[in-house]
């Protein structure tokens, strides 16, 4: 096992745990989208499901910030750190972003605007995310010289 193998384990490693939790964003988002009017208590559900997912991305963006992912990349190819730490920087945004759904769907305002005024700001959300996502494996793929596909 050289040094070669190492980092493609690496590679492979990182990208499964995006596609992972990219799978869990896409079932999020197509129950938000099946939800009716009719699921009278489609608020509280929706509400629960953001604070799970704000726990699985505080714990994924935890673990890139304390070393993780990123850092193997960056000892490889230092020229990526400046786009490393904008996107680290970009962690707490999408935490803060999460909490204001969880907020809004959890206020006394529960109507069918409010509803669908959720549904696209949590659609930009996710677009937002998918390209955070995507840049941090660019990094990590550029680093490593590697053309492991994300399987999507």
Known sequence: MGQSQNHQTHVESFLEEHRE???????VQQWCHESTEADTNR???????LEDLRETLMEHFQEEEDGGYLSPALEVAPRFSRDAQ????????????????????????????VWSGVQAEFDEFLVNLRKHEGAENAIVQSAFGDDVGTGD
Request: glycine content about 2%; overall charge negative; charged content about 20%.
């Open 21 to 27: 939790l990219m799978q869990h964003l896409s079932r």
């Open 43 to 49: 608020f509280e559900i929706f509400s629960t499901q």
């Open 86 to 113: 904008e996107l680290l920087q970009q962690h707490q945004e999408f935490l803060n972003r999460l909490d204001s759904l969880v907020n809004q769907l959890k206020s006394d305002q529960q109507g069918a605007d």
